[in-house]
T-cell receptor, first 116, second 115 residues
Framework: AQKVTQAQTEISVVEKEDVTLDCVYE???????LFWYKQPPSGELVFLIR??????QNEISGRYSWNFQKSTSSFNFTITASQVVDSAVYFC?????????????FGQGTELSVKP | DTAVSQTPKYLVTQMGNDKSIKCEQN?????MYWYKQDSKKFLKIMFS???????INETVPNRFSPKSPDKAHLNLHINSLELGDSAVYFC??????????????FGDGTRLSIL
């Protein structure tokens, strides 16, 4: 069965610190997709990144970077020089194959608080 | 400009009532979803429709009935509301017929509170 674990329930940092949000997943499929979503205090869910299982290249987008390692089934998210606006709940998610319903399985979320 | 819009944003009602939440997307996507987010922020899929056809129906009480009049709309009707239905309900949509690999675009959520 597919599963996503975000072991860090809450993280609190001071502005300008770097912070890494961990995501570990379980799946027996060879083809799968991983996602990160952000939910700021206003409540909406914002798509951040998608990664397929065949692409292990790390990705950097501004202050955000993602480290995908199939060997450890992890897809970690790092924010460099954090800012107060980064305060949000961050969700890691994994999709089931379409022939199993194609559902998006979310982790429990990590609440990041960035203090000035 | 709103891509996925759901109404109302807030819904406060009494136990036993029937209520509906509407969702519309203007992205031209083929697949739409309803998710429930509980008080601990846990997100779980409820339903998924592709071109007006139901493709995912997670073990949801039959008091919840989704309706998709066309592929741009997916409404959620809830009968005989219970205290446990209090949650934030999110509508989402994604491109293509295979929901498994495309990013989902979410609405702003409807916060349902049962008194």
């Amino acid at each position: 069965a597919q599963k996503v674990t975000q072991a860090q329930t809450e993280i609190s940092v001071v502005e300008k610190e770097d912070v890494t949000l961990d995501c570990v997943y379980e799946t027996r499929d060879t083809t799968y997709y991983l996602f990160w979503y952000k939910q700021p205090p206003s409540g909406e869910l914002v798509f951040l990144i998608r990664r397929n299982s065949f692409d292990e290249q790390n990705e950097i987008s501004g202050r955000y970077s993602w480290n995908f390692q199939k060997s450890t089934s992890s897809f970690n998210f790092t924010i460099t020089a954090s800012q107060v606006v980064d305060s949000a709940v961050y969700f890691c998610a994994l999709t089931q194959p379409y022939n199993q319903g194609g559902k998006l399985i979310f982790g429990q979320g990590t609440e990041l608080s960035v203090k000035p | 400009d709103t891509a996925v819009s759901q109404t109302p944003k807030y819904l406060v009602t009494q136990m036993g009532n029937d209520k509906s939440i509407k969702c519309e997307q203007n992205l031209g996507h083929d697949t739409m979803y309803w998710y429930k987010q509980d008080s601990k922020k846990f997100l779980k899929i409820m339903f998924s429709y592709n071109n007006k056809e139901l493709i995912i129906n997670e073990t949801v009480p039959n008091r919840f009935s989704p309706k998709s009049p066309d592929k741009a709309h997916l409404n959620l009707h809830i009968n005989s509301l219970e205290l446990g239905d209090s949650a934030v309900y999110f509508c989402a949509s994604s491109q293509g017929g295979a929901p498994s690999n495309q990013p989902q675009h979410f609405g702003d959520g409807t916060r349902l509170s049962i008194l």
